[in-house]
């Protein structure tokens, strides 16, 4: 069975910096696009950022624009979240996620138009 796996979180300053990376384990996910959320207790997932893998075409949400970055590698079949200029308020679980069949774009907000998802990583910023 094909999953996601994120690796790459922890413990970071405020200020530092993170690189989260997202691989499928068990073979390979064909996608339309893939996706970064993350979640807080108590807080519906909240979308980060998202590529569509052909074109390779990011979209923000607007409180990470500027610091985060979504990159991929076709050949990994792997997606990536560099993230910079950490502020204790990015504290969360970040799970990517891959959509298979193509959407509208302003779809890739949403967390149920989905089809595949990691376990999850932490992801700490201290002040």
């Known amino acids: 069975q094909v999953q996601l796996v994120e690796s790459g979180g922890g413990l970071v300053q405020a200020g530092g910096s993170l690189n989260l990376s997202c691989a499928a384990s068990?073979?390979?996910?064909?996608?339309?696009?893939r996706g970064w959320f993350r979640q807080t207790p108590g807080k519906e997932r909240e979308f980060v950022a998202a590529l569509t893998w052909s074109a390779g075409y990011p979209y923000y949400a607007d409180s990470v624009k500027g610091r985060f970055t979504i990159s991929r590698d076709n050949a990994k079949n792997a997606v990536y979240l560099s993230m910079n200029s950490l502020k204790p308020e990015d504290t969360a679980v970040y799970y990517c996620?891959?959509?298979?069949?193509?959407?509208?774009?302003?779809?890739?907000?949403?967390?149920?138009?989905?089809?595949?998802w990691g376990q999850g990583i932490q992801v700490t910023v201290s002040s």
């Open positions: 068990g073979g390979t996910i064909s996608s339309y696009a």
């Open positions: 996620a891959a959509k298979i069949r193509t959407i509208a774009s302003g779809l890739l907000w949403f967390p149920e138009r989905y089809d595949y």
